[in-house]
């Protein structure tokens, strides 16, 4: 458990959360549509993008929640537990978050790298929507292993989403109907994340497929 003078961080509780969010998250799909980010380095890190987007909704002394990882050496951070009753297995100790997230960065930059050669590969080898289906299974994978993970003390789902959105749009697959914020669809998305956890990996893909896709 974090320390007992130390605040549960609930951004939805700021008065100007939607302002906030909403301004902060257009700016970042904007430098996502124009690539002015490396993809690769924020989906491998994402801790930049989640300060950006959560530094003006932490705690006034634990401005720190915004942009690191639990378990990382903050006073309010280094002891910082997650508890999802729906789920108990999302949400790992805060003593080995951040080197889970080493070893998924480094999937990260494997993956993206297989990808890029994959996708360098002409069209009459391998199709264009063996391609995408190629990027969307990785991309998925990534997505809900840091959902599992719930890296930071809040908007782990936002920190996920903009992950996927990084890797698939490094190859110009950019969603249409699975926004950063808010939370996409409800139902759907939470089926989604549920069936996958449950070793269905289908239903998340093909949600991610519609919303590239426009349906």
């Known amino acids: 458990m974090h320390q007992l003078d130390c605040p549960t961080w609930e951004y939805s509780h700021h008065p100007k959360r939607e302002e906030i969010l909403k301004k902060r998250t257009k700016d970042v799909l ?5 690539q002015t980010l490396d993809l690769l380095e924020s989906a491998a890190d994402s801790r930049s993008i989640h300060s950006y987007l959560f530094s003006l909704l932490t705690p006034r002394e634990e401005v720190y929640f915004a942009g690191h990882y639990r378990g990382e050496d903050f006073r309010c951070l280094k002891h910082y537990e997650v508890i999802i009753k729906e789920n108990p297995s999302v949400g790992f100790s805060a003593s080995i978050v951040v080197g889970q997230m080493e070893v998924l960065a480094k999937e990260i930059r494997e993956g993206i790298k297989l990808l890029d050669a994959t996708h360098q590969i002409p069209d009459s080898e391998i199709s264009p929507e063996d391609k995408l289906l190629n990027t969307v299974v990785f991309a998925c994978k990534v997505f809900y292993i840091v959902l599992l993970i719930h890296p930071y003390a809040n908007g782990n789902g936002h920190a996920a989403r903009f992950i996927l959105w990084a890797i698939l749009g490094r190859y110009g697959y950019l969603p249409l109907q699975f926004p950063i914020h808010p939370r996409p669809n409800y139902p759907l998305y939470n ?3 549920e069936a996958y ?11 991610i497929l519609r919303c590239i896709i426009g349906e």
């Not at 904007?30 to 124009?34: G, N």
């Not at 956890?197 to 949600?207: F, K, M, T, W």
């Open 30 to 34: 904007v430098a996502l549509y124009e």
């Open 191 to 193: 089926e989604a994340i």
């Open 197 to 207: 956890s449950q070793g269905n990996r289908q239903v998340l893909e093909e949600y």
